[in-house]
């Protein structure tokens, strides 16, 4: 299902023009138009999802199969020395469209991306209270 004024669904289904590496039935994978270094590029589903949380089973497991084939490819085809994949969830997480997308932003040396946080320390306690709850609804 598309949503009505949703700039990813556009995207998706050629309404809105895209600098598009490649397309299949569920997915359009196009370049940022605001890239934080040479080659960023988003995979998008072409159904809407808001984020992670609704991404249904089909979708997901195809993400990542496609993700792969595509940082393969950009590693032939760019110099990178590495690449983040970067998938923001909601406006505090970084999330500025809400159709979901991923975010592959291949590293060179001396470049100006960031996504590293501050290292935290664990609770040991409350790790095994979160492992057995959270795995308890999977
Ligand atoms: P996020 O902040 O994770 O929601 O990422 C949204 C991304 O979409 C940003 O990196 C934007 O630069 C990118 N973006 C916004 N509009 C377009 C567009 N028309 N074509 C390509 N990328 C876009
Ligand atoms: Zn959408």
């Not at 050629?14 to 934080?36: H, K, M, N």
């Not at 393969?72 to 505090?92: D, F």
């Not at 960031?114 to 409350?126: F, H, L, S």
């Given at each position: 299902?598309k949503k009505?004024?949703?700039?990813?669904?556009?995207?998706?289904?050629?309404e809105?023009?895209?600098?598009?590496?490649?397309?299949?039935d569920?997915?359009?994978v196009?370049?940022?138009?605001s890239?934080?270094?040479?080659?960023h590029?988003l995979?998008?589903?072409k159904?809407?999802?808001?984020d992670?949380?609704?991404?249904d089973?089909p979708?997901?497991?195809?993400?990542?199969?496609?993700?792969?084939k595509?940082?393969r490819s950009?590693k032939?085809e760019?110099?990178?020395?590495?690449l983040?994949?970067?998938q923001?969830?909601?406006t505090?997480a970084?999330?500025t469209?809400?159709?979901?997308?991923m975010?592959?932003?291949?590293?060179?040396?001396?470049?100006?991306?960031?996504v590293?946080?501050i290292p935290?320390?664990?609770d040991t306690?409350e790790?095994?209270?979160?492992?057995?709850?959270?795995g308890d609804?999977?």
């Amino acid at each position: 299902m598309k949503k009505e004024d949703c700039l990813f669904c556009k995207i998706g289904a050629g309404e809105i023009p895209s600098t598009t590496i490649y397309e299949d039935d569920d997915f359009r994978v196009f370049f940022d138009v605001s890239p934080a270094s040479k080659g960023h590029c988003l995979i998008v589903p072409k159904e809407h999802f808001d984020d992670v949380f609704a991404l249904d089973e089909p979708t997901a497991s195809k993400l990542f199969v496609l993700a792969s084939k595509v940082a393969r490819s950009m590693k032939k085809e760019l110099n990178l020395e590495g690449l983040n994949i970067v998938q923001n969830n909601g406006t505090i997480a970084g999330q500025t469209v809400f159709h979901f997308h991923m975010h592959m932003i291949p590293r060179y040396a001396g470049d100006t991306v960031n996504v590293k946080w501050i290292p935290g320390e664990a609770d040991t306690n409350e790790l095994q209270e979160l492992a057995k709850s959270i795995g308890d609804n999977l």
